[in-house]
């Protein structure tokens, strides 16, 4: 039996409750208008309700979703019914910041289509086949946007810290040996 | 609500939203990625490319074989690009594309260079690609850098690593087994999240070593810890160990549950949530036990943030359901919530104070309910509705507002599921309360003036038709009943003629005002409602004698005495013929899963001896079985056969079980027996049966089986003959004898001589229940008044201290073989009384019901209330008696 925290899947949809972005780590929804049914069902469920400040929760199906909204972005992170829904709460929280890191603070639909190779690698820096890998937005941010091919990137703080980080890593290594 | 979304190009208002992907083709893109056979690569247009592609895979869209296919191999060009951000698109797009075993041998030799790269980001995320596409083989060749990966400087690349190897566990578990050791560092190492992904790898690699398990728990719980998520783990792990220990007769002070306290003092909130639903979900909890997470988890209830209110409320509900008196301090908080934002928290807010409530509050409770139903989904509010009727039963007195708040929300929208729970909840209340009976039935009789729903409209009209006759004026009904006649579909139409019918009949003073009504329906433009209403014309107008009376009662009233199934086999293996369809030839039994059937088929043609009888199964099968035995014949019907019995032990030589037939003065043990030696014949196999314990039983005759041979099942008969419609009781010892004889398994001939050998079998009882046919009634209170109050035997037991109420429901049940109704067998999990409904058809083919109430009392005694009501007073004291017996 496996005991460690488990997501069923990251869905980040717009305004009208269209995919922008999922990533499935079940089988719970085989195909896709499974899928497209889970999500419209989620949607509609939560579109009414002000997630906007806090990070909201509901049951359905047997599951636990989470969910915050930006502008016209909603994201969801969802969860068997046992699951820890603060777990649950913490991998939303770090999506959600390492999303605005990455988009510069312009967090909506149009940046987020736009730089979707970062929404992507932000997903894949979350959860590995289910398993949480990470859940701080920096660590995240960093992960998806250090090597950010993007040319107008400002130098930002992170990118010294990061620099800094990788210097040190150097220093260790030369050391090492 | 939601705060108004301020779009950032106002100019674009009316045009078509912009998006970077408006109008890809999938063909398109597929030509676009021709870009990556370039000589020279262009790493951001390139990275486009793959977005797109994954954009694509992203909406749902397939790509065919050859086109994965395609994809992959150019992709797997680009490994010569030195652009780290192209690099990490191109693990991305491997992943996605999940290549077959023959394919991934192409970037297999990249991966692993990339795998031993001095740049981190690259060992971690080749590791994890790698992991995802290799098969066991290609594994055990980097398993060494796996190794090594675990213990890596970089947190993330040792991340990658245990994170992989919790995935291979499930497909190459010998392989990361292997890596224990590097695992076990990581569990120590500093970084937080490689130790929550190390204590995970550490746990599923050694979770069938139940010491070992609890060893880690044991050593990690003195507090090496560090991050949040890993002590979620701990505490999940405590929670199993705590588990098998209890499981495993350990007794006295709990162990662990120190630790899992001290973590409801931990900086972490959902570190604070698991150790308290821990606590609240062990085995047994104490109220002194819970307390400390009750007081953590009301902390809870007035957090500003959502997910930890829901979270608290949650847990709270199912405390009570088992611990109500732990909930109630939780009270004042939950009342606020019934006003959350969050519906779903509000929801179950409101079922969690139904559950605790007492009686003074239920009034103000229903009061702030009606509130918020008006807002609240079908969903949330089928499960208030639920909750609302087991409040009722819980406490009979108030049934007068909450009637009445089921009746308002009957009249108001709402889909079928909805008020089908509605309408289930008034019919409970009607029948557990009789003082609700007239108020309840004329909200139903308002309620299908105007329902949309055929299927709850002729369910009411037939409760009505049962419980409206007998209450204090059944006229003022009829005018709602007939209404129907006029106003609905065909379907309710007749129901409503049955259900006229049945007042006619038995109110006397309303017959011939219903007979009117019912001349009406004759002209209607339905046959079923046609055909009802003449047939019912002509059982009112009967001569009104005595004999009639009762079949007219009957047929108006009696519910179907047999199983459906049954009833629709008999009815599809009728031939139309001369001879009437007889409902008496319809089996009663219950049909049961045949246990040990399995062992007892397949067929084989045996060229010794006579061919054995067909092996038969279930209540027909046998039958013909024992008809077709000349010796058996002429026993007479036969009343009940038993499920088979094992006499042997699982893989022995000879399988043996047995199988009880009862007849009115004789009883018939047939002997399946299986012989599971291939070198070995068997012959003249019977059973010698020693009655020594069971007095009033003489054997009769017996039927030997001439040959057995290798695993063809036959059977051998012993049957005895007892006192005519006496359910005698007593037991038997049985002993196989046979002839061996050697076979050569090469030919299958079998040697001339044999040897006489006999073999044990276990002993066989012949118990009350072998006289109890399962035979349920559809509805058990109309069963239970039919029969004569007068004949009722009541008495009380004491049954001792049992584990629990359902264990000694069970055993009762076991013990008279009768037919559990209405779902009354199965006991709710913590229930200190409970009522279960039985039913049957004792030997002499009379019937028998039993109300039998159980009750705990705090040192888990348990006494036991019996009213059993029979169609023969001397069956009712035989039920006694086996009680007291037994």
């Known amino acids: 039996m496996e005991l460690h925290p488990k997501v069923k899947n990251i869905l980040l949809l717009d305004s009208e409750g269209k995919r922008i972005a999922a990533k499935y780590y079940t089988d719970d929804w085989p195909t896709n208008t499974a899928k497209e049914a889970f999500e419209k069902t989620v949607f509609s469920k939560t579109k009414k309700t002000n997630a906007r400040t806090e990070v909201e929760v509901t049951a359905l199906e047997n599951n636990i979703i989470v969910y915050k909204f930006v502008q016209d972005l909603h994201f969801y992170v969802t969860g068997g019914e046992e699951e820890n829904e603060l777990i649950l709460a913490s991998v939303l929280q770090g999506l959600f910041d390492a999303v605005n890191l990455l988009l510069r603070g312009n967090v909506d639909k149009r940046e987020a289509l736009d730089n979707l190779d970062l929404i992507f690698l932000c997903f894949d820096e979350i959860i590995d086949g289910g398993i949480v890998l990470e859940t701080d937005a920096n660590v995240i941010a960093e992960k998806a946007g250090i090597n950010s091919f993007d040319p107008n990137a400002p130098l930002s703080e992170q990118t010294i810290s990061q620099a800094l980080a990788t210097a040190r890593e150097h220093l260790t290594r030369s050391l090492m040996k | 609500m939601a705060q108004p979304y301020v779009k950032k190009d106002d100019d674009h208002d009316d045009e078509l939203e912009y998006s970077p992907f408006m109008g890809i083709e999938k063909g398109a893109v597929l030509q676009e990625a021709r870009v990556f056979n370039d000589a020279q690569v262009d790493p951001r247009r390139c990275s486009q490319v793959i977005t797109k592609l994954l954009y694509l895979l992203n909406q749902g869209e397939s790509f065919t074989k050859k086109e994965a296919t395609e994809v992959f191999f150019s992709v797997t060009k680009l490994f010569q690009s030195k652009d780290t951000g192209l690099r990490r698109m191109v693990y991305l797009i491997i992943k996605e ?25 690259y060992r971690a995320n080749a590791i994890r690609v790698l992991c995802r596409i290799i098969d066991g083989t290609l594994l055990t060749q980097i398993e060494r850098y796996l190794k090594q990966a675990i213990v890596d400087k970089n947190p993330v690349v040792s991340s990658a690593a245990l994170v ?25 190492s500093r970084s937080a999240l490689v130790q929550f992904h190390a204590l995970a790898l550490l746990h599923q690699i050694r979770q069938n070593d139940r010491l070992a398990v609890s060893k880690l728990v044991g050593s990690l719980t003195r507090g090496a810890v560090r991050s949040p998520l890993a002590q979620c783990l701990l505490i999940r792990y405590t929670s199993q160990v705590i588990r098998d220990m209890s499981n495993h007769g350990q007794s006295g002070e709990r162990p662990f549950y120190e630790f899992l306290e001290s973590c409801l003092r931990h900086k972490a909130e959902m570190v604070i949530l698991e150790a308290a639903r821990a606590i609240t979900e062990l085995d047994g909890v104490t109220s002194r036990e819970l307390t400390p997470a009750i007081t953590v988890l009301q902390l809870f209830l007035s957090s ?24 109630t301090n939780c009270n004042i908080d939950m009342e606020s919530l019934i006003s959350d934002q969050n519906r779903s928290i509000a929801t179950l807010a409101i079922t969690t104070l139904l559950k605790t409530g007492n009686e003074s509050s239920v009034e103000r409770l229903m009061k702030q309910i009606t509130n918020f139903m008006s807002d609240i989904a079908d969903e949330f509010k089928i499960v208030v509705v639920e909750a609302i009727r087991s409040l009722c039963v819980k406490f009979p007195l108030k049934y007068r507002s909450l009637m009445t708040f089921l009746s308002n929300i009957l009249r108001e929208e709402g889909g079928f599921e909805y008020k089908r729970a509605i309408v289930d909840s008034i019919v409970t209340i009607i029948r557990d309360i009789p003082d609700a009976k007239e ?39 009829i005018r709602y009943i007939y209404n129907r006649v006029h106003l609905e579909n065909a379907t309710v139409r007749a129901a409503a003629v049955s259900t006229l019918a049945k007042f006619g009949f038995m109110v006397e003073s309303l017959k011939p005002r219903i007979t009117i009504l019912l001349k009406r329906c004759i002209y209607d433009s339905d046959d079923e409602v046609r055909d009802r209403a003449t047939l019912f014309l002509s059982v009112l107008g009967g001569d009104g004698t005595v004999d009639n009376d009762k079949d007219s009662k009957v047929f108006l009233f009696g519910s179907l005495e047999v199983p459906l199934v049954n009833m629709e086999t008999s009815l599809k293996n009728y031939d139309p013929s001369e001879e009437a369809f007889d409902i008496n030839s319809v089996p009663r039994e219950v049909k049961s899963q045949p246990l040990a059937e399995k062992k ?17 199964s279930g209540f027909d099968g046998y039958e013909r079985l024992l008809s077709s035995i000349p010796e058996f014949a002429a026993f007479g019907k036969l009343f009940k056969s038993s499920s088979p019995v094992e006499l042997t ?31 070995q014949l068997l012959e003249r196999v019977n059973v010698i049966v020693d009655a020594s314990e069971a007095e009033e039983f003489s054997e009769s005759t017996s039927k ?7 695993d063809s099942p036959g059977q051998a008969f012993v049957a ?38 006999e073999y044990q079998l276990e002993d066989l009882e012949v118990v009350a229940a072998d006289y109890m046919v399962k035979v349920g009634v559809s509805n058990f209170r109309n069963a239970w008044e039919s029969m004569n109050e007068e004949d009722e035997h009541v008495d009380e037991y004491g049954l001792g201290q049992r584990a629990s109420l359902g264990e000694s429901i069970k055993a009762v049940i076991d013990l008279l073989g009768m037919q559990p109704c209405e779902g009354t067998e199965t006991v709710p999990s913590n229930a200190r009384s409970h009522t279960c409904l039985l039913s049957g058809v004792y030997i002499g083919n009379v019937k028998v019901l039993v109300r039998a109430q159980f009750g705990m009392d705090s040192s888990q005694q348990i006494a036991m209330k019996l009213a059993v009501r029979a169609e023969d007073v001397s069956v009712a004291e035989a039920i006694h008696e086996i009680v007291a017996n037994g």
């Open chain 2, 720 to 757: 005895f003959e007892k006192p005519a419609g006496v359910p005698a009781v007593g037991k038997f010892s049985n002993t196989l004898t046979f002839v061996v004889k050697e076979v050569d398994p090469s030919t299958g001939e079998a040697e001339d001589d044999g040897v006489e050998d």
């Open chain 2, 600 to 616: 007892a088929q397949g067929k084989k043609p045996t060229g010794l001896g006579a061919p054995p009888a067909a092996p038969a």
């Open chain 2, 439 to 477: 108020s309840g039935l004329l909200h139903l009789c308002e309620f299908i003036e105007d329902c949309e729903f055929t299927y709850l409209s002729t369910q009411i009209l037939h409760f009505l038709g049962t419980e409206g006759p007998n209450t204090s004026d059944p006229s003022k009904y």
């Open chain 2, 304 to 327: 500003p943030r959502p997910v930890l209110r829901f979270a608290a409320v949650r847990t709270l509900n199912k405390v009570a359901m088992t611990h109500p008196m732990a909930v």
């Open chain 2, 164 to 188: 992989s190897g919790l995935h291979l566990l499930k497909t190459n578990p010998e392989i990361v087994k292997r890596w224990s050791n590097e695992v076990q560092e990581g569990v120590q």
């Open chain 2, 649 to 679: 032990e699982a893989e022995t030589e000879y399988a043996v079980n047995v199988v009880k037939h009862i007849f009115d003065n004789h009883v018939v043990f047939q002997y399946n027996c299986t012989n599971t030696i291939p070198e």
């Open chain 2, 97 to 121: 594309l999940s290549p077959s075993s023959d394919e991934v041998i192409i970037v297999t030799s990249s991966l692993m260079k990339d795998m031993n790269s001095k740049i981190d980001m």
């Open chain 2, 704 to 710: 030997a089986l001439n040959s057995l041979p290798y």
